[in-house]
């Protein structure tokens, strides 16, 4: 499985960016997907997931409405709205995929060691 994300760049504080992640794996519906995030300095800290299907999702404490994340089964494609953005949002983010055993039930899942497969990420600046 191979995940590379894109919609990086630099944008001013409280203004919007929208990340994708191409996902190769086939069927897409079976991988569970998150995003990560990694300022400087600091360790990496979990975003949002999302299931398979798409009708669950979770959120860090930190993302308080501002993010959404979302998938195209369609497209493999996983995406991240960000509005409202702040300075203390930039950060290095990083797609992953996680594998679902068939037939489970569907849990938010924050840990890194939960996810098997990681994008190399894309970076985010804010400035004020």
């Known amino acids: 499985v191979q995940l590379v994300e894109s919609g990086g760049g630099l944008v001013q504080a409280g203004g919007s960016l929208r990340l994708s992640c191409a996902h190769s794996?086939?069927?897409?519906?079976?991988?569970?997907m998150a995003w990560f995030r990694q300022a400087p300095g600091k360790e990496r800290e979990f975003v949002a997931t999302?299931?398979?299907?798409?009708?669950?999702?979770y959120y860090g404490e930190f993302v308080k409405g501002r993010f959404t994340i979302s998938r195209d089964n369609a497209k493999n494609t996983l995406f991240l709205q960000m509005n409202t953005l702040e300075v203390e949002d930039t950060a290095v983010y990083y797609c992953?995929?996680?594998?679902?055993?068939?037939?489970?039930?569907?849990?938010?899942?924050?840990?890194?060691?939960?996810?098997?497969?990681w994008g190399r990420g894309t970076q985010v600046t804010v400035s004020s």
């Open positions: 999302i299931s398979g299907g798409g009708g669950e999702t």
């Open positions: 992953s995929a996680r594998l679902r055993a068939l037939g489970s039930i569907w849990r938010p899942r924050t840990p890194e060691y939960e996810y098997d497969y």
């Open positions: 794996g086939r069927p897409f519906t079976n991988y569970d």
